[in-house]
């Protein structure tokens, strides 16, 4: 009986606190918080989707060098945030961005390697200023770090995803999903201001 009670002190000891009806993860710290952002901000989550789809319908070669790109801007983007406050791109903004996103990933045209590494580079700058960066410096930098890391995983994974899709299930699954992004962007512009 001792070890079972350990064992649930050790557990509630390492889980996070109740969440917070207004904070969407509770209190798992700025770090995590901040590398969970794109699943609860739909604005960022539909600009790194549609980064994601646009690199799985691209050729290897030109994915490797623009995912390191769009890396390093997401990590350059949120240090420019940490010192400079901006505001997050308008929601239009974000749709019209979805529709040329989704569109680019529908059509499935290969692209400039210099091309998809700008669209890369914007859309990693766009998704960056999304982020709330207040605190001591050691909080602002966890929050950086967080941020960047959830960025540059949350497009690998749709990337990863939907390039395995596209492989071993059917090759217009990446097409589907240009679609689905282009009628998100719709959607987001039909909302009234």
């Known amino acids: 009986m001792t070890a079972l ?6 557990i509630a ?5 109740i969440a917070v009806a207004h904070e969407a993860f509770g209190d798992l710290g700025p770090f995590y918080t901040h590398m969970l952002h794109p699943a609860v901000d739909p604005a960022q989550g539909l600009v790194l989707v549609g980064t994601g789809a646009l690199l799985a319908r691209q050729p290897i070669e030109a994915v490797r060098p623009a995912y390191a790109i769009f890396a390093l801007a997401a990590a ?6 940490a010192v400079l406050p901006l505001t997050a791109p308008a929601m239009r903004m974000t749709g019209a961005t979805a529709i040329v996103l989704g569109v680019l990933v529908t ?10 590494a700008l669209i890369c580079a ?32 949350t497009v690998l994974f ?11 299930v059917h090759p217009i699954a990446t097409a ?16 009234p201001a």
Do not use: H, Y
């Open 5 to 10: 009670r350990f064992l649930c002190v050790a």
């Open 176 to 191: 589907v999903a240009g679609s689905w992004i282009t009628a998100a962007g719709l959607l987001v512009l039909a909302i």
């Open 13 to 17: 000891a390492i889980s996070p606190d």
């Open 158 to 168: 749709v990337w990863g995803t939907l390039d395995w899709t596209a492989q071993r």
């Open 122 to 153: 914007a859309m990693a700058a766009m998704a960056a200023v999304s982020f709330e960066m207040s605190g001591t410096a050691f909080i602002i930098v966890q929050k950086a770090f967080g941020g960047a890391l959830g960025l540059a995983v």
């Open 107 to 116: 059509i499935g045209l290969p692209l400039p390697r210099w091309f998809v």
């Open 76 to 81: 350059l983007g949120i240090s420019v945030l």
